[in-house]
């Protein structure tokens, strides 16, 4: 288990212990009486208690167990005036995230089904302000949030819950982002890439309308059916977030994750999806987009030769293309990209989410 996901599984339990914290509440506040009617520690007496004696404890137990009772009541009271308006049959739901948020990634949250009791029909969801698309996974219900560049520490988890009598619950949760440093670099490549002409300009902007309004089109349910893998193996030769200096003019932050390899090596689907976008680009060269659904794209760019077609499904792992050198490069390798509510984010961070799918799959 890695440093993440370790983290995840500590943060989880807390949440877990957090929700039965505030559940068992009533629980603890009723023993007070029970703590200060305890015998001191000392030596036993040496006097037999008398029949006397006897019934004055059994008098003690009772009073004691009569304003246990009341205390009960009166904490059922108070939770009964803080739930007021809220539906009567609803707890707070068991919800886990992997992995931790980090600033420039993507987490992964699960809200689990209730073994019993009502199950919400739809649950919509926010964090950092940028919209959650839950939907359906096995037993679960799954949905991915963005953290974007910047996104400052401690933000607000907010979930939605609609039922089909037309009710809605919502809760809340506060996570802390973790902050990142990101490296800076120079780099060299052809005049045309630093300052392009005001045709190519022409059509890098025709180029970023068809990614938008691609990126704006989403399957309504999950394509994915396995966790997500990396399309090849994870050398990193330049990471994401990188501040980049082309040609000493040209600054920008790189949008993804580069991976080593040589022309003609394969590059797989991350997961199950659907192709939105096989061409060649301006700055990307041959690039493939897959939906994966719920509003989740990935991105492989440089190819030297793609091998998919747009509208065509594709299974995880399958070959989408070949490692290249086209478009904006100054050597091939394959540029991996990620988007979530359209945030363009660490596509390493897919590696680390628990999906309800994982646990049977590895
Ligand atoms: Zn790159």
Not at 156 to 183: H, K, N
Not at 186 to 194: E, G, I, L, N
Not at 307 to 332: H, I, N, Y
Request: one cysteine or more; aromatic letters at 8%.
């Amino acid at each position: 288990m890695n440093k993440h996901a370790k983290r995840f599984y500590f943060e989880s339990l807390v949440a877990m212990l957090a929700i039965a914290g505030s559940l068992g509440a009533a629980a603890c506040a009723s023993s007070p009486s029970a703590a200060a009617a305890a015998p001191e520690s000392g030596p036993a007496p040496a006097i037999q208690p008398t029949a006397y004696d006897s019934v004055r404890a059994a008098d003690a137990q009772r009073e004691a167990a009569r304003r246990d009772a009341e205390d009960l009541r009166e904490v059922a009271a108070e939770a009964r005036a803080a739930n007021a308006g809220r539906p009567p049959s609803i707890l707070p739901f068991g919800v886990t995230w992997a992995p931790a948020p980090e600033e420039g990634s993507a987490f992964g949250i699960r809200v689990l089904e209730r073994p019993s009791g009502r199950q919400p029909t739809a649950i919509t969801g926010e964090f950092a302000e940028f919209p959650i698309r839950f939907g359906r996974l096995d037993d679960a219900w799954f949905g991915l949030a963005a953290v974007p560049i910047d996104t400052e520490r401690d933000q607000t988890l907010i979930l939605r819950f609609e039922f089909d009598d037309g009710s809605t619950y919502e809760q809340t949760l506060s996570l802390a982002v973790e902050s990142r440093s990101f490296t800076s670099s120079q780099m060299s490549v052809a005049p045309k890439y630093s300052s392009p002409s005001a045709e190519a300009l022409e059509r890098i902007d025709r180029e970023r309308t068809l990614i938008r309004s691609v990126l704006d089109t989403t399957s309504a349910e999950w394509l994915i059916d396995t966790p997500f893998r990396a399309p090849r193996p994870m050398n990193i030769t330049s990471p994401y977030g990188q501040a980049r200096v082309f040609n000493g003019e040209l600054r920008s932050r790189h949008t993804g994750l580069d991976l080593k390899g040589a022309d003609g090596d394969p590059v797989r689907a991350a997961a199950r999806g659907r192709v939105l976008i096989a061409q060649e680009l301006y700055y990307s060269g041959n690039g493939v987009y897959l939906d994966h659904g719920r509003g989740v794209y990935t991105g492989y760019f440089h190819l030297s030769k793609i091998l998919v077609e747009v509208g065509e499904m594709v299974e995880a792992g399958q070959l989408v293309g070949e490692v290249g050198s086209t478009g904006r490069v100054t050597g091939p390798h394959l540029h991996w990209s990620l988007w979530v509510a359209g945030n363009s984010l660490d596509a390493g961070s897919l590696l680390e989410m628990t999906l309800p799918l994982e646990e049977t799959s590895r």
